[in-house]
């Protein structure tokens, strides 16, 4: 695993697609006030993460749940250079672009807890959080199966003239499936103003990427597509950010879509339910954390950057450790629904 | 009053509502040039050859204010689409507990009789009935195509056009001026007294020609055409039901699970309409097989109007 992420890091803004799609290597970091916000964000989706893994072993949180920990730089480092109007759609694994496209904590626990409150009144759960109203299209809870669904808000970002973006998340193992292909060719010919940024976590559910990605990189499918296909260190929250800003100014210039690959790692199992069957070994596992992107970036903060103190950071979490328990009270103080609200919402 | 194909009155109905509505579009592996002419290629949009996406991309721009409507064509095509019909397009709006709407209009050509065989021949609407989530209409005649299909591109919702390739040619009166026909509710076709026969679009006419030949005989037979499968317009069957005394269901497609199976079910299991029944129900529907090439094995699958003639003999022996 090691040599992959030095291969990363080295390919930082490397583009693997067509020759001439250089995007340039230029850093665009964010004002320090926005890099703290983006290491709160990074934080508050670990311990969102943690409290929702916790619950569901308690037995207040039904059905699954498919933890982020791990990923947080790449919802981040994405979302942080879009605007609130940009549209997203996320994945089963997807907490952590709720959050980072800011979703209300209360109104997500509260339907993890399968409350009325909840953002669909109970009706989702973990794999089908949205809200329309920030530009959050809704975890999909099949692979691949928001991809099209997203470049369709692209199409209306395009329609709509007004210079909006569209951002697909999806792992590995989406990239694998039929509806990448036919939506990155569609959104390709049609210059649609997409990113389809691509989680590597090496990982598709259980089993492990090299043995069903025909390439080990999946950026150098967008080559296929005569789009740029960019790797990026996933674990490197400036990175993510720097590769995105890049491409959504390219997708709102009306120059099409950009494919953008994020090496990183899921610190957890595929889902909580199968912590018994884990295929990895502890040391890639351990060898991962000592790669976690918010430690690196919270210490990248603190030493080098001089931004923000060790006390500031504590506090920082202890607000977060706030406002997680907050959604949790607000959650178990909501009502569940009417049991024959069962039959609402069929139709609009 | 001037008269229409089935297939004009589809066409006429999609350019009025695109006249009416700029959040229309239509996505398609075929643009026609005429559509293209008038609203251009933004809105009527020559898509490659791969519905899955295109599909779960009008899913997308209908959640963010459009109102697309995609031809399959041929519902063949559909089940390349499947994932986002089924998983995604049926069940978005409940599954995020109805924070936004989805309005779509999945257009598809049903029925054989086209000597095609198995893959493009197909009647699989039940199939989509058994999703909740999902509007179908199914018209049989000009007027009937025209009123639905504007009220379903108007539809806050996914509706399904299933249009029978049968009736293509088929035409009848349609009025000049605008209308717009409710779905959900069926339309009585012909009155009578002895037995009701439901019948679905082509079949419509094969019961509607059985009928006057059974006239003859001294049969009077009442036409219930549902013209929408979902929702299914119960009280008008069981109204009709309840006033003959007997129920047929002439359906192009084969009978397991089918459209013909709900419909029996739904008079059936009403204790009043059940209390009025003189005879069991009857279904007269294709054979269950894949639909053959030949046009001897093709005739001999699909009813017409002499097996829906021959089953309510049966009925009412």
């Not at chain 1, 509260?110 to 959050?136: N, P, Q, V, W």
């Not at chain 1, 950010?241 to 953008?260: F, K, N, Q």
């Not at chain 2, 899955?52 to 963010?64: D, F, H, L, R, S």
Request: aromatic fraction near 6%.
């Amino acid at each position: 695993m090691v040599p992959l992420r030095d291969k990363a890091e080295q390919a930082v803004h490397h583009i693997v697609g067509k020759s001439g799609h250089y995007l340039g290597n230029m850093r665009m970091q964010p004002s320090p006030n926005n890099q703290i916000e983006m290491l709160r964000q990074m934080q508050t989706i670990r311990r969102f993460e943690e409290r929702a893994s916790n619950d569901f072993h308690a037995g207040d949180i039904y059905g699954v749940v498919h933890c982020y920990i791990g990923e947080e730089a790449v919802a981040v480092g994405v979302c942080s250079a879009l605007k609130r109007d940009d549209r997203i759609i996320s994945t089963h694994r997807g907490h952590g672009h709720c959050i980072a496209k800011g979703a209300d904590l209360n109104r997500m626990m509260a339907e993890l807890y399968g409350r009325e409150t909840g953002y669909c009144k109970g009706k989702g759960g973990s794999m089908h959080i949205a809200d329309f109203s920030i530009g959050m299209l809704g975890a999909n809870g099949i692979v691949a199966g928001g991809i099209p669904i997203v470049t369709g808000a692209g199409l209306a970002a395009q329609l709509d003239g007004n210079g909006g973006v569209a951002v697909s998340f999806f792992g590995d193992g989406a990239s694998n499936a039929g509806p990448f292909h036919e939506s990155i060719n569609i959104a390709a010919k049609w210059k649609l103003p997409m990113l389809y940024v691509c989680e590597n976590n090496l990982h598709s559910a259980n089993t492990p990427a090299s043995k069903t990605l025909a390439l080990e990189d999946v950026a150098a499918r967008a080559a296929g597509y005569g789009i740029p296909g960019v790797i990026v260190d996933g674990n490197d929250v400036m990175a993510v950010h720097d590769a995105a800003t890049i491409a959504v100014a390219r997708a709102r210039a009306g120059e099409g879509p950009t494919l953008i690959e994020c090496k990183t790692y899921r610190q957890r199992g595929h889902t909580e339910r199968l912590e018994a069957y884990e295929h990895r070994t502890y040391e890639e596992i351990e060898s991962w954390k000592e790669k976690d992107p918010i430690t690196r970036f919270a210490n990248n903060l603190i030493q080098r950057e001089g931004q923000l103190s060790e006390t500031d950071w504590k506090q920082m979490d202890d607000e977060i450790l706030e406002a997680i328990q907050a959604s949790v009270d607000f959650a178990k103080a909501s009502p569940f629904p009417k049991p024959e609200s069962a039959v609402d919402d069929i139709f609009a | 009053m001037r008269q229409i194909s089935y297939a004009q009155a589809g066409s006429e109905a999609l350019a009025e509502e695109l006249r009416r509505d700029p959040k229309t579009l239509v996505l398609s592996t075929d643009a026609a040039p005429a559509l293209v002419e008038e609203f251009g290629d933004q809105r009527i949009r020559a898509t490659p050859i791969a519905e899955g996406a295109v599909t779960g991309m009008a899913i997308g721009a209908a959640g963010c204010g459009y109102r697309p409507i995609v031809n399959w064509r041929i519902v063949t095509f559909s089940f390349v689409a499947m994932d986002q019909i089924v998983n995604q397009a049926s069940k978005i709006h409940y599954m995020f507990g109805g924070q936004a709407k989805f309005p779509l209009v999945f257009r598809a050509t049903v029925g054989g009789g086209g000597k095609l065989a198995a893959q493009h021949s197909q009647s699989p609407y039940s199939m989509f009935m058994n999703l909740a989530g999902l509007k179908i209409i199914l018209p049989s005649t000009p007027y009937d195509m025209k009123g639905l299909m504007k009220s379903a591109i108007r539809d806050d919702n996914p509706v399904i056009s299933f249009e029978s390739s049968r009736l293509m040619g088929f035409k009848g009166d349609v009025p000049e001026e605008e209308y717009t026909l409710p779905i959900g509710k069926a339309d009585v076709k012909r009155e009578g007294s002895d037995i009701t026969i439901v019948a679905i679009a082509w079949l419509v006419h094969e019961a509607l020609a059985a009928a006057e030949t059974l006239a003859k005989e001294g049969v009077s037979v009442e036409v219930v055409d549902p013209r929408s499968l979902f929702p299914l317009d119960a009280e008008t069957i069981r109204t009709s039901v309840r006033k003959t005394g007997r129920l047929l269901i002439a359906d192009e497609a084969g009978p397991t699970a089918g459209a013909s199976a709900e419909i029996a079910a739904l008079a059936a299991e009403d204790a009043n309409t059940f209390a009025c029944l003189k005879a069991p129900i009857k279904r007269v529907c294709a054979l269950q097989v894949p639909i053959p090439y030949s046009p001897v094995l093709e005739d001999h699958v699909f009813p017409d109007r002499d097996k829906i003639a021959a089953g309510v003999r049966a009925v009412l022996r």
